[in-house]
């Protein structure tokens, strides 16, 4: 997945069968060894086929068939069985994924080729891209479909991806900020996927439903309620239910559906009727009224008008499933533990020694006996606020889940300060799955709501929304409670750590395509061009996250950008050691002319992104300029008397404050990169003195739920940077 400079191998993703026996909280302690490779399946693996048709792959469970073009686009089939005899089908692939505008028009399928994504003896990924297009020929939606099969199920994964391409065709005036955004809306009434299959009965939970004329539907349309339509009646239920069915076959043989978080990321349905099995990523909604409060509107259902989906150009929604295919009824016990596993797929992570010992990553602290063990009850206090907080403010529905809410009082985070990367960060610190799974949500979030993942326009292909009401512009008017005029991206406002690491830790290449159009956008010509920066902050973020995507990405391109970049940074440096420059009206309180200097925390962003930089070319001037920023915090900014740092050079503030622990907390991570790289004394002890602000996030304990992801995303992300600086270097 990423390679060191030499060519060996800087991350692998390995697949393996997980015992039975390992329950919901358990763990497994496994070692790899790595010998002799082979492009070919060992025995009893799998084998994959190429055909000119598709892809034909058989394992020890099952034979699934993937050939777009025939009259049955998908075949899972039990072995042991004569072919086609029994098993779960696709059907016709016009008749299997069917979208439909909110005007009416039913869109044309137009598959692309079959093909293997990956190939190994334990898990093959198939891909099919398929076009929905309209009466014209025009691309309006794509689905993006990805199918894993392993060697020892009775099962695939199948993800679905949902891209919106187009919103109208024929308008091609030029598309600025926070002028007609709506343009970019499409109206959607439903999408569904159907997959052939005469069933009996279905068991879903502990009630078991007979299905013939009349279907089984179970339909989640908003977070605090369901519906189960059985026996020709529709009965409406609070609560959350799973979409977790057994469907007994009327010709023998069983078929398994789940559907994963499948309340969260409503709304979403799945029916079963005499022929058929209905995944509806996209139900027709009903003209019921949502539920909520006066703000629920525009906080929560600003997509979901008028009965329809208004879905925004370049959004994509991905939904996960599984879909298995058995002889007989399955067990209750087996078929429980595969729908726990879709819920909670197992998660591993390397020792924090062995990342360490490797250097794969920025060293990491181990949360076990740690320094400061008051930062970390902090953080665990911080993990389980963010679920709270989650529910308290409903974050669900398939465009909100993953994100939080409350930044700036009425703006969506869009994950601000980057998210996945605490969560990924903690993580691999101390091994609690809850932070992978807020990661891995997280991060879905970003790759497929908050990035621009297609555009009529290209210049805005690959960036990330800053945060804003309803996430995206186009669905509020501009300035809609907040200072958002409309679509807008800087690199301070986009994030590529967590996104990467979640890619590295799952092989999730939705995520990761996601990504690499970031990366693209990072380095178009015109921000790379004679390039400049006024505020330090947007060229330090702009450094960080392409020296991650050549780090651990591979990315050459970001590596020269990154050099572009930094060597900017290091001719602007002054001989005080900070970018001087005068002061905005927000950062001098002197009235003009402004004060000359400097902020505190901005200048700590740039001290970061030249130690990620360092770490990874080892140029020895940085170490020079790391230290001189380093400097120049401690002297121009750190209050000896209250042991904090204030904001910054403005005369006024540096006469009237004494610094405080915010303050405090978002500077010490550039004094900390300073002393990693040079071990000097009096930046080491003011570092050693300031150590104590990690202990404390912010308003933790009286926060009303506002901008919390916000408050312990911008607190924790430096923190593990702080404690491996200090463990590889103490202070004597």
Request: with cysteine; net charge negative; proline share 5%.
């Amino acid at each position: 997945m990423a390679w060191w400079p030499d060519g060996s191998v800087r991350w692998a993703l390995v697949d393996g069968t997980v015992p039975a026996a390992l329950q919901p909280g358990g763990r497994l302690q496994c070692r790899v060894s790595v010998g002799a490779s082979s492009t070919h399946p060992t025995d009893g693996g799998l084998v994959a086929e190429q055909r000119d048709d598709g892809v034909v792959v058989t394992g020890n469970r099952l034979r699934v068939s993937l050939q777009p073009q025939a009259d049955e686009w998908l075949l899972i089939e039990p072995i042991g069985v004569t072919p086609g005899s029994l098993g779960v089908g696709g059907g016709e692939l016009q008749q299997a994924l069917q979208v439909t505008l909110s005007s009416g028009e039913v869109l044309q399928a137009a598959p692309g080729a079959a093909k293997i994504e990956h190939r190994g003896p334990q898990r093959v990924t198939l891909r099919l891209p398929v076009a929905h297009r309209d009466a014209g020929g025009v691309e309006r939606l794509r689905s993006e479909l990805r199918l894993q099969v392993y060697a020892d199920q009775p099962f695939i994964t199948l993800l679905h991806r949902l891209v919106v391409v187009r919103s109208d065709p024929e308008d091609t005036a030029p598309f600025e900020m926070g002028v007609g955004e709506e343009r970019a809306l499409l109206g959607v009434r439903s999408f569904s996927l159907r997959l052939p299959f005469a069933g009996s009965s279905v068991q879903m939970a502990a009630d078991r439903y007979e299905v013939g004329k009349q279907r089984l539907a179970v339909h989640h349309y908003h977070d605090l309620g369901h519906t189960i339509e059985a026996g020709g009646k529709v009965d409406q239920r609070e609560g959350r239910a799973a979409a977790h069915l057994v469907v007994d076959g009327q010709d023998g043989g069983s078929a398994l559906i789940g559907m994963r978080g499948f309340w969260q990321n409503y709304p979403k349905g799945i029916s079963v009727g005499a022929d058929a099995i209905q995944i509806e990523v996209l139900p027709e909604r009903p003209a019921d009224d949502l539920p909520g409060d006066e703000d629920a509107w525009h906080q929560l259902y600003t997509w979901l008008q008028d009965d329809d989906y208004l879905l925004r150009e370049g959004m994509a929604l991905t939904t996960e499933m599984c879909v298995g295919a058995l002889t007989g009824t399955a067990a209750d016990d087996a078929t429980a533990a595969v729908f726990a596993w879709l819920e909670g797929p197992v998660v591993a992570r390397p020792s924090v020694e062995h990342v360490n010992a490797t250097e794969a990553l920025p060293h990491l602290s181990p949360k076990a006996g740690s320094q400061r063990p008051g930062y970390e009850r902090v953080a665990d206090k911080a993990l389980q606020l963010l679920f709270e907080n989650q529910q308290e403010c409903r974050a669900f529905g398939h465009v909100n889940h993953g994100d939080w809410f409350g930044e700036g009082d009425w703006c969506w985070g869009n994950n601000e300060y980057d998210t996945p990367y605490v969560a990924y960060w903690e993580f691999l610190r101390g091994g609690d799955p809850s932070w992978a799974a807020w990661g891995a949500q997280a991060a879905r979030h970003q790759a497929d709501v908050d990035t621009v993942n297609t555009f009529h326009d290209e210049r805005y292909v690959g960036m990330q929304q800053l945060h804003t009401p309803a996430h995206l512009a186009g669905y509020l008017p501009a300035f809609f409670r907040s200072k958002i005029a409309g679509t807008r991206s800087v690199p301070s406002h986009m994030w590529a750590e967590g996104a990467l690491l979640h890619y590295l830790l799952t092989g999730d290449e939705g995520v990761y395509e996601s990504l690499r159009r970031t990366a693209s956008w990072l380095v178009q010509p015109e921000r790379l061009d004679h390039y400049e920066f006024a505020a330090v902050r947007e060229a330090g973020w702009h450094l960080i996250h392409l020296t991650m995507l050549a780090a651990s990405g591979n990315d050459r391109c970001a590596l020269d950008g990154a050099s572009i970049v930094a060597k900017r940074i290091l001719e602007k440096q002054d001989e005080s050691g900070a970018w001087t420059r005068m002061l905005t009206s927000g950062h001098c309180h002197c009235g003009f002319p402004h004060c000359r200097g400097n902020i505190a925390f901005m200048v700590t962003v740039l001290l970061s992104a030249l130690k990620r930089y360092y770490d990874l070319t080892g140029e020895a001037e940085l170490v020079d300029a790391i230290v001189a920023g380093g400097r120049w915090l401690v002297r121009e900014t750190f209050n000896e008397e209250s042991g904090f740092f204030i904001g910054g050079s403005c005369t006024t503030t540096q006469q009237i404050s004494k610094g405080e622990v915010f303050g405090t907390q978002i500077i010490i991570e550039g004094v900390a990169d300073a002393y990693a790289v040079s071990g000097d004394e009096e930046i080491g002890r003011c570092l050693q003195r300031t150590l104590p602000v990690v202990d404390e996030i912010r308003n933790l304990d009286r926060h009303e739920g506002r901008d919390l992801g916000k408050t312990i995303s911008s607190h924790m992300r430096y923190v593990p940077t702080v404690l491996a600086a200090l463990e590889s270097r103490p202070v004597r």
